[in-house]
């Protein structure tokens, strides 16, 4: 070897070298990896010393997401008056909550609107389908009256009603039905119309929703943005500090370099779903299967995320829901 000496990590920081190698025999923190892993200018390499069946990747992760520097007096003060500090980049539980409802209330739009402009052509098909049937219907109810007008003018006469009474008596009876037949086909035509304008006019309101699109989109780009850095910032402080909300939940953070990506994500958006909608424990109470809300979107996404953790993990505690079954309004 050339010149080459070692000295603690403080020690170099600040300084810059050819070569650097780290050793540590015990976990450190992401500051003391930071400095020695950064002092070289051609070559950094890392050695960890490991007990048990850890890895070194093991404690390299565990480096990693460990922060050993001490708390602000500020962080400290609203530790012990109970109240919760405020931390760039994380957003409060009300803008939290409102950037939620916004984003679900303008992408269900939306889909309703593409939804509804697709179907529209169908609709308007079977609505001219049903006037024109009922056109029918006048015109055939139409006819029988006139045949029954001329059936009682032919027959219902001194010599011929004897021989004709079965005829007379169904020709009254058409004489007396037909009418209300027309008079329902007509308000058959009236409400089909009116249904047709209706869904001219909601169909016009669809496209006009559409054309903006590009720009509700672009909002909820920028929607998704915000909720993505809270949330980045949410897997930091629950990797760190690991609140007892979350663990109750889903159990600690794993050592293991391959199961705590997965629990950070879990952790992260549990703590999320949490600030937004004001849950102290847990996931919150099971939306429905038919629940087309914020709330159960974020719901859905806290499941998906903890069914990604190892089996054995202990899961959310979830009561057994009652079913909904769809009423007389479906």
């Not at 780290?22 to 002092?39: E, G, H, Q």
């Not at 849950?279 to 038919?290: N, R, V």
């Amino acid at each position: 070897m050339e010149l080459a000496y070692a000295r603690t990590d403080m020690g170099g920081q600040g300084r810059t070298v050819q070569g650097g190698v780290l050793f540590t025999d015990r976990p450190t923190d992401i500051r003391n990896l930071y400095v020695a892993m950064t002092r070289g200018s051609e070559l950094n390499q890392a050695f960890f010393g490991v007990t048990g069946e850890e890895t070194a990747v093991d404690v390299f992760v565990q480096c990693m997401t460990t922060d050993w520097i001490d708390q602000p007096a500020t962080v400290r003060h609203a530790e012990l008056n109970e109240t919760t500090p405020h931390r760039p980049g994380l957003l409060d539980a009300p803008t939290l909550r409102t950037l939620m409802d916004e984003r679900h209330e303008i992408l269900t739009m939306l889909e309703a609107a593409e939804s509804f402009v697709r179907s529209a052509p169908t609709h308007q098909h079977m609505l001219e389908r049903e006037i024109a049937e009922a056109h029918k219907t006048i015109a055939r109810a139409d006819a029988e009256y006139r045949r029954a007008e001329t059936v009682i003018e032919t027959y219902d006469r001194p010599l011929r009603r004897k021989k004709h009474e079965y005829k007379i008596q169904m020709a009254r009876r058409e004489i007396h039905r037909q009418p209300e037949v027309i008079r329902r086909a007509d308000a058959a035509i009236a409400s089909a119309e009116n249904r047709l304008t209706n869904l001219a006019e909601r169909t016009a309101g669809a496209k006009a929703l559409l054309h903006q699109r590009s720009d509700l989109e672009s909002k909820v780009t920028e929607m998704d943005e915000r909720l993505s850095n809270d949330l980045r910032v949410r897997t930091r402080i629950v990797r760190l500090e690991q609140p007892t909300a979350i663990v109750d939940s889903i159990g600690p953070r794993p050592n293991s370099a391959s199961e705590a990506p997965a629990w950070d994500q879990a952790a992260a958006r549990l703590h999320q779903h949490q600030a937004a909608f004001a849950i102290p424990a847990g996931i919150g109470d099971w939306p429905g299967h038919l629940d087309r809300s914020a709330y159960g979107e974020s719901y859905s996404l806290v499941e998906q995320s903890i069914s990604a953790l190892r089996p054995d993990r202990p899961t959310v505690q979830v009561t057994a829901p009652e079913i909904d079954l769809p009423g007389l309004e479906m």
